[in-house]
């Protein structure tokens, strides 16, 4: 049973919040007089120290999900890393004063929470949050999340393992960047490809990536040996196809279009489990962050993160840090 020695929480916080779906820059509001939120049995509250930014965060702002959104309000944000300050009662794992990280919203876009990451406290859910591993700053823990989720369980899904070779869409993004590391020092691939533009080869090699391509110069789907795994980040699972060998798997985290086999949409399960999974690898830093060289932003300057995140130019995660 988790103990809790009580801490002084205010009934107000800081919070970014949109009333209405838009852009961010259209949309999103710093307010300042937003409720912290209670915490059921089953959550813990979270003095958040960090949060980080995804594609999700803009596409659920814009609206794209309304059928199956909280009602706005909202506070947005998914990612999230700080300090246990309060537990529910039928929490075991954690206790006040834990620095733990996770993101918040068990299904990205199927009933969210309607209170976020980006917010001075998040009241979550014990069984998507884990122990923030030891030799992270809360910045490099907010980073990870989501997009190592996604990355984790996209490549157990497409059925990769050791000795298999793996093309990356995308290797510099938040989720590729992880693909490339998870591919070659977790799972053990035999080959790992990845594409990015011309600026970002190196960073691909320095992640793991045997094969770095210029996506703007090289035709990859034009490869002589065709690959067992594609792991499409950026929308191209079509060409993706023609890259894979017979019998192999296509595996797209970008939805909304159509999709045509052997490709397959994957839709991240948020879980503490693949967290506490990954943990050793963090630890001996096979598994590094990779944030964005702008990063962090702080938490007056969300609007310009989200502008950054925008352009599609970011490199790995764009980060909130300090909050407030």
Do not use: C
Not at 203 to 212: K, P, R, S, T, Y
């Amino acid at each position: 049973m988790a103990t809790s020695t009580p801490v002084r929480i205010p009934s107000k916080m800081k919070a970014w919040v949109y009333g209405q779906y838009g852009k961010p820059e259209d949309v999103l509001r710093l307010e300042s007089e937003v409720d912290v939120p209670e915490v059921n049995d089953e959550q813990v509250l979270i003095k958040v120290a960090a949060a980080s930014l995804n594609p999700v965060d803009i596409k659920i702002m814009a609206g794209l999900f309304k059928a199956t959104d909280s009602p706005v309000p909202t506070v947005a944000g998914y990612d999230v890393a700080g300090v246990v300050v309060k537990v529910g009662s039928k929490v075991k794992e954690f206790n006040v004063g834990d620095e733990v990280y996770g993101d918040i919203h068990e299904h990205a876009l199927n009933n969210p929470k309607g209170s976020g990451s980006l917010s001075e406290y998040a009241a979550v859910e014990e069984k998507v949050v884990a122990l923030k591993p030891k030799n992270l700053s809360f910045a490099e823990a907010a980073s990870l999340p989501l997009a190592v989720e996604t990355a984790y369980g996209g490549l157990e899904r497409a059925g990769f393992s050791a000795g298999k070779s793996i093309l990356v869409l995308g290797g510099a993004g938040g989720v590729g960047s992880l693909v490339v590391q998870l591919a070659k020092h977790v799972f053990g691939a035999s080959k790992v490809a990845a594409t990015s533009s011309a600026g970002k080869l190196e960073l691909l090699q320095v992640l793991g990536a045997d094969l770095a391509i210029d996506y703007k110069k090289d035709k990859y789907e034009d490869m002589p040996k065709k690959i067992d795994v594609v792991y499409d980040t950026v929308g191209e699972s079509g060409r993706g196809n023609k890259a894979v060998k017979e019998g192999g798997s296509v595996v797209t985290i970008v939805g909304g279009r159509p999709v045509v086999p052997p490709a397959f949409v994957f839709e991240v399960t948020s879980t503490g489990t693949v967290l506490n999974r990954l943990k050793p690898f963090i630890e001996e830093e096979k598994l590094k962050p990779v944030i964005d060289p702008k990063s962090p932003f702080p938490f007056s300057h969300t609007i310009e993160a989200f502008s950054h995140l925008q352009t599609g130019r970011a490199t790995g995660k764009v980060v909130i840090y300090p909050i407030p």
